[in-house]
């Protein structure tokens, strides 16, 4: 109570740390906004939600959750402004990313994101499709592995020639990646799709399949609906197949140039702005 009876206004951004501070504003009379990141809203943000004088939403599909007596404002997900601006100087960074990971230029460049600590399964199946992608001279791949699954990649990697691979345990810089995509290949949670869309990349998304409510299926099946991003579920990912519909896309720049104008048309670049006017209008 003592945190909360200064404040104008209580943000809330979902999960149980979220729920003592919002009761707190509630019984101390302060207004509360809610934010929440997914297509499918937390429980807690559920449960919130009566309390709130508004709600932002990433997801347009996420408002039917909270019903018609919540005022929902679709505000997107806040990212690192380095990342919001990447577009504006993508050529810059670009040409940074190249020296940065060895990469040549005129190649297609192909992103795997499989979040800040790996996916294993997904680095896998990378790590398998290298076979079925080694006779490309016109393409190369940056694989954010995750400290723990460097070595899954590094070992297929090492004679895939004329392909380049490109194995990466942790990248703070995410932006350098994202500029010089051409198609990402990544796990479906809220913040990798605001950077994705932000960016303009045209994706492969593959869900989480443990994610709570499978919430990063319901994320990637709404950039599919805006002909953002293709779905490839966990539980049928294998090498051959991600090789085949990786290079689908490789070789089609003119379903790849669709792909990112309707990513570019649904992202928020100016989610902070949004939401910090939200907050600024239900304080005063």
């Not at 795997?112 to 001279?137: E, P």
């Not at 990786?246 to 670049?269: F, H, Q, S, Y």
């Amino acid at each position: 109570m003592p945190l909360v009876r200064p404040a104008d206004v209580v943000v809330g951004v979902g999960g149980y740390v979220s729920v003592p501070a919002v009761m707190a504003a509630r019984w101390a009379h302060r207004p509360i906004v809610l934010h929440e990141q997914n297509a499918v809203p937390s429980l807690s943000n559920r449960a919130l939600a009566r309390f709130a004088s508004a709600v932002g939403v990433s997801f347009g599909s996420s408002r039917a959750a909270f019903g018609a007596r919540v005022r929902t404002v679709v505000t997107g997900n806040p990212v690192r402004a380095q990342i919001a601006t990447a577009r504006e100087r993508r050529v810059e960074l670009a040409e940074e990313a190249r020296a940065t990971f060895d990469l040549e230029a005129g190649r297609t460049t192909v992103a795997v994101f499989g979040g800040s600590l790996g996916a294993l399964h997904l680095d896998q199946v990378v790590a398998g499709s290298l076979q079925h992608l080694r006779h490309r001279d016109d393409l190369q791949l940056i694989v954010l592995t995750g400290r723990d699954h460097l070595d899954v990649v590094v070992s297929a990697a090492t004679d895939v020639a004329p392909l380049l691979v490109r194995p990466i345990a942790f990248l703070d810089r995410i932006e350098l990646a994202l500029a010089v995509a051409d198609l990402a290949v990544a796990r479906a949670g809220a913040g990798h799709i605001a950077e994705l869309t932000d960016c303009g990349v045209p994706s492969i998304l593959v869900p989480y399949p443990h994610a709570t409510e499978n919430h990063q299926e319901a994320n990637a099946r709404e950039l599919v609906s805006v002909g953002a991003a293709e779905l490839a579920l966990d539980a049928d990912l294998s090498s051959e197949p991600l090789a085949r519909r990786i290079l689908a896309l490789v070789d089609n720049d003119e379903r790849r140039t669709t792909m990112a104008a309707a990513a570019l048309a649904w992202a928020t670049p100016d989610a902070d702005q949004r939401l910090a006017d939200l907050v600024h209008e239900v304080g005063r």
